[in-house]
Each structure stands twice: as structure tokens, then as C-alpha cells.
């Protein structure tokens, strides 16, 4: 195995045993296969659509499959020999429109030990070029995000055909011997189409759930049996708050699912009773403590004990083998009845952290609703400058800089924040500016578009470039849809972005340089030294 596909990667260069991630060899190389198949997909779609015989579906197959090898997402070798089997199946229903085709678009296995041979030899090391590896994978690692944001608009019944098919454009192109600007241009379309993926799930989001209104929520716990939803997935917390109604069943929010609070939709449910614990890594000792079962509905889930392992359920495209799963009928229901059966049994939720209220829901129509007082404050200098400090959380070390560098922030800054990444800094109690949090959660990783719909809009109230802005990008990333999120903000036009804490392993050397040379990109460094340059006096 090799794969160097997020920032925990194996001494920052790749893991090739195992994955730090918990992610075992054998399932590192049918996750390498099944990518190589959606390769082999897509050339032979695009080909057959410039034909009008193409595949509509494959697309969705395409996405759904990408959503699946994103880190913590799924560890279950079961559900990836099925998906490539279905891979195989999907390609081979697409008629063949030429004669030499591309190995990933004919290969096939007669037995399954042929699987396993082949998935040892298709992955990330079979490009031998260092720098076309760094713009094939950047490229593939944009599309695994798109593919996640595009699959939670999708479930929501917002789609736009487009997507799909740069998809499948960009996978077909890793086949291909293009030239670096080529490829250099196809990264770089990715992060607009990351934009447009963006801006649809904040319209289906918002147009499902309402718009979200800044909202305190509570981390204390309740005297009653509960279940924990984590992961990205609201229309999942929608149908759990629905069928946990009236069952004297409470549910809490994990991770990522904290911004739900903020939406209209949630709000005046009286068993969502608010967030437990802090970001994914902290899963092992929060989920013990919880008692009652959990639903994990996107990444991150990390390997669990065996203590607590009979009460974690996955949905979707999450997977761990021996963990019980629930599938959507044809219809999209789920039906949750086990786990809340299960939390019945289970004894309440135990108290963690210092039980001080969080607050979300500073998504773009609620902030904007505060321009006035927040231009004023600019205006009048009450506000110094804004850090955006989006993106992940993370178990390393090196993430304490982040804590450090809110702490260090002088009062007259405010954070604005999306992702997990806000876990550090948002139970800090660093409070307002005239009634304006310091820090503004906008909500998910998959709600970054707040953060341009906001910069934006500040620009346009100023009359000055994007750039110009007093904005400073802070950015921690840790996997693949952070990736993303970076290179929307790239095909925006924002210069001098600082992420870290490491660099990508997958960014070689040169395509390092081309970054630093057009963007500006750099490197966290100490907080002391990127407080000067992040917020200058
Ligand atoms: Fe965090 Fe995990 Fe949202 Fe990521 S929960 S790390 S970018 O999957 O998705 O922010
Ligand atoms: Fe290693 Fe990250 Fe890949 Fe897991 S996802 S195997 S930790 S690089």
C-alpha cells in the first residue's frame, strides 16, 4: 500500500503498512483498485456521452464510490469488493466507442485472488513521474471533495449535471499524458467547480432546513437515555429527530453536526438536546462516555474499542467491519428503530468538558444581516481585521498552535471559522466586539462558502478587491475535502492563504512552487511570527 492522501500521512511523506488512520493494507489497496476503476469508467463514458450513449448514472456511482475512500470514511473490505465488482458491472453497461482502450477500462478479474493482485499494483506509485503523481492525486484528492459536498446536495434532491461530468472529466484525465499546464489548469477548474458544488449544497442546506440563525447551543447533559449522530448528514438528523419523538429518547449533536442547532428546522425540537464532546479524534473517550449508541453518518470515524463497539451504528458510506449499519430504502427512509431501541437499554449520557455554551450558526445571511454593525466596527476600527480559521481538527501535536494562536489574537480580531478545525478555539470564551461573537461559526467544513459569500460581500461594501480586505487566511487541513476548500478558495482569486500544520506530502516540490509563486501559499510557522504577518498593527 502507499497513500499519502491526508495530513496525518506516516512521517509526512506516506503510509505504506498501515495507515495511521487505522486503515489496514489490504483495504488501502481495493480502495486504490476501485478508484482505478472509476477511472476506467469515466474515460469510457465521456467518450460514449460525446455519442449520446453515455451512462447517466455513472456519475453518481463515480461520486458516491470517491465519497467512500475519503479518510475515515469506510474500513470495510466487504463493501469494497462489492463496489468494484459494481464497478465493473456500471463500466461494462457503457457501450465501448474505440478500439484501444486503457487497461482500467477492460481489465477483469476471473476470481478473486485476481482482484488483490491487481490492487497492488494500480495505485498512487504507478505514476512514476514525482511531480504528474502530485497533479493527478491534488487533482483526484479535489474531486473526493466535490464528490462528498455534491453527494449531501444530491440526497437533498439538488443536482446540476455539470458536476458529475467534471468529475469524470478529471478522472479520465489521470489516464492521460497531458502536459503539466494542462494539468495544472484541470486543478484549478476543479477548485471552480469546487465553488459551484459548494454553493448548491448551501442552497439545498438552506432551502431544506432554513437559513441558519446565530444559536447557543448547551454541552451539558440531560437524565435520560440518548443517541449521538455524528458526521455531516442533516436530512439523517431529520429523520433520527422525527422517529426519536415522543420515545423519551434525547439525541446529541457530534463533531461536525454541531451547526445543526442553527437552522430553523431543528429548532423547538425538545429531545435535540444539544452537543456532546469536541472534534473526531476525541471519539474514542467521548463515545465511551456517552453510553447510549451512535450514528455516524459521514468521516471521521476512527477504529472503535471494543468496549463501546456494539453501540456505534454507521449509514451511507461509512463503513467498519462488525459494526451494525443502516441502509436507505428506495425512497431515501431510514428506519432507526434498532438504535433507539438500543439507547432504551442504555444508561444517560455522562457530563465531559467545562459545560459552557457553544455558538453556531453564523452562516452568510446571518452575519450579513449584521453588515452595518459589522462595517461600522471596521470603519470605526473597533475591528482590526478578520483570521479565517477554517478546516480540520487533528490529533497531532502541532494543532496546539492553533489553540495558541486564538488565545494570542488581540481583542480587536475576529475568527471566522468553518470545519471541524473550530473545536479549538470556539469553547475559549473570547467573546464579542459590540455584540459580534469573535468567533463566527459559519458551521460545517461543508458551509466554507459562507466564508466567501462573506468576504465577498465585504469587498463589494468596501469597493475594494477581495485581497484587499483586512482578511488573513489561517487554514488547518486535514483531509481530502479540505482540499477542496483550498482550491475554491485558489480558483477565487485569494492570494497569500497560510495552511498548515504540515504541508501536503502529495504537493512535490515543483507543484509547491508554482503554488507559492501564483498564490502566495505558505506554511504555518511559529504564532508569534505569523501574528505579525497575519495582523499587522
Ligand atoms: Fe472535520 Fe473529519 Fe468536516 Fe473533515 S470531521 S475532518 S474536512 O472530515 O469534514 O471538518
Ligand atoms: Fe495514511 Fe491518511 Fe491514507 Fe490513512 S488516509 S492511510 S492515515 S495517508
Given at each position: 500500500m502507499f497513500c499519502y492522501q491526508c495530513e496525518e500521512t506516516l512521517n509526512g511523506k506516506g503510509c505504506t503498512k498501515k495507515g495511521i488512520c487505522g486503515k489496514d493494507e489490504g483495504t488501502a489497496n481495493l480502495i486504490d483498485l476501485l478508484i482505478y476503476l472509476c477511472k476506467g469508467i469515466s474515460v469510457r463514458n465521456m467518450a460514449a456521452m460525446e455519442k449520446g450513449?453515455?451512462?447517466?448514472d455513472a456519475g453518481t456511482f463515480i461520486m458516491d464510490s470517491l465519497f467512500t475512500t475519503l479518510t475515515n470514511v469506510n474500513f470495510d473490505k466487504d463493501r469494497y469488493y462489492q463496489l468494484i465488482n459494481e464497478a465493473i458491472a456500471v463500466r461494462d453497461s457503457i457501450p465501448k466507442?474505440?478500439?484501444?482502450?486503457h487497461d482500467a477500462c477492460t481489465w477483469k478479474p476471473k476470481e478473486k485472488s485476481e482482484i488483490e493482485e491487481k490492487a497492488k499494483v494500480v495505485g498512487v506509485l504507478s505514476t512514476d513521474n514525482e511531480d504528474v503523481r502530485s497533479l493527478r492525486e491534488l487533482l483526484v484528492y479535489g474531486l473526493k471533495g466535490v464528490s462528498a459536498y455534491y453527494h449531501h446536495a444530491a440526497i437533498l434532491g439538488f443536482t446540476d449535471d455539470e458536476i458529475p461530468v467534471f468529475v469524470q472529466k478529471g478522472l479520465a484525465s489521470t489516464l492521460k499524458d497531458l502536459n503539466v499546464d494542462e494539468m495544472t489548469g484541470l486543478v484549478l477548474e476543479c477548485g471552480g467547480v469546487g465553488v459551484k458544488t459548494l454553493e448548491l449544497l448551501d442552497r439545498a442546506h438552506t432551502t431544506t432546513f432554513g437559513k441558519p440563525e446565530i444559536t447557543t447551543v448547551k454541552t451539558t447533559v440531560r437524565d435520560r437515555p440518548a443517541i449521538l449522530i455524528s458526521g455531516h448528514d442533516l436530512l439523517d438528523l431529520k429523520m433520527l429527530l422525527e422517529q426519536t419523538k415522543g420515545t423519551g429518547v434525547d439525541v446529541y449533536t457530534h463533531g461536525e453536526m454541531l451547526p445543526a442547532h442553527g437552522y430553523p428546522a431543528f429548532?423547538?425540537?425538545?429531545?435535540?438536546?444539544g452537543n456532546y464532546g469536541?472534534?473526531?479524534?476525541?471519539?474514542?473517550e467521548e463515545f465511551e462516555s456517552f453510553n447510549g449508541p451512535v450514528l455516524i453518518?459521514?468521516?471521521?470515524?476512527?477504529?472503535?474499542k471494543d468496549s463501546y463497539k456494539d453501540r456505534v451504528y454507521t449509514t451511507s458510506v461509512v463503513g467498519y467491519p462488525g459494526l451494525k449499519h443502516i441502509k436507505a430504502d428506495e425512497k431515501g427512509y431510514k428506519d432507526f428503530s434498532a438504535i433507539i431501541e438500543h439507547a432504551k437499554k442504555c444508561s444517560p449520557p455522562e457530563a465531559v468538558g467545562n459545560g459552557s455554551d457553544l455558538i453556531t450558526g453564523c452562516a452568510h445571511d446571518a452575519v450579513l444581516a449584521l453588515a452595518g454593525p459589522v462595517t461600522d466596527a471596521i470603519k470605526n476600527g473597533a475591528i482590526r481585521r478578520f483570521i479565517v480559521m477554517a478546516g480540520c481538527d487533528g490529533r497531532h501535536r502541532e494543532r496546539e498552535y492553533y489553540t495558541e494562536f486564538a488565545k494570542a489574537l488581540p481583542a480587536d480580531t475576529v475568527i471566522l471559522t468553518a470545519g471541524c478545525a473550530k473545536y479549538r478555539y470556539n469553547s475559549l470564551g473570547l467573546g464579542d466586539i459590540g455584540g459580534i461573537p469573535r468567533v463566527l461559526d459559519a458551521g460545517q467544513c461543508n458551509d466554507s462558502y459562507s466564508l466567501v459569500v462573506i468576504a465577498k460581500a465585504l469587498a463589494e461594501a468596501f469597493g475594494v478587491d477581495i485581497n484587499e480586505l483586512p482578511v488573513s487566511y489561517n487554514i488547518a487541513w486535514y483531509e481530502q475535502k479540505a482540499v477542496l476548500v483550498l482550491l475554491a478558495l485558489l480558483n477565487l482569486g485569494i492570494k497569500n492563504i497560510t495552511i498548515g500544520p504540515v504541508l501536503p506530502a502529495f504537493v512535490s516540490p515543483a507543484v509547491l512552487d508554482v503554488l507559492v509563486k501564483n498564490f502566495g501559499l505558505g506554511k504555518n510557522s511559529t504564532v508569534e511570527d505569523d501574528l505579525k504577518r497575519m495582523v499587522p498593527k
Open positions: 450513449a453515455g451512462n447517466p466507442t474505440g478500439d484501444a482502450e429548532k423547538g425540537t425538545d429531545n435535540l438536546v469536541r472534534s473526531w479524534w476525541h471519539q474514542k453518518t459521514t468521516n471521521c470515524i476512527v477504529p472503535p
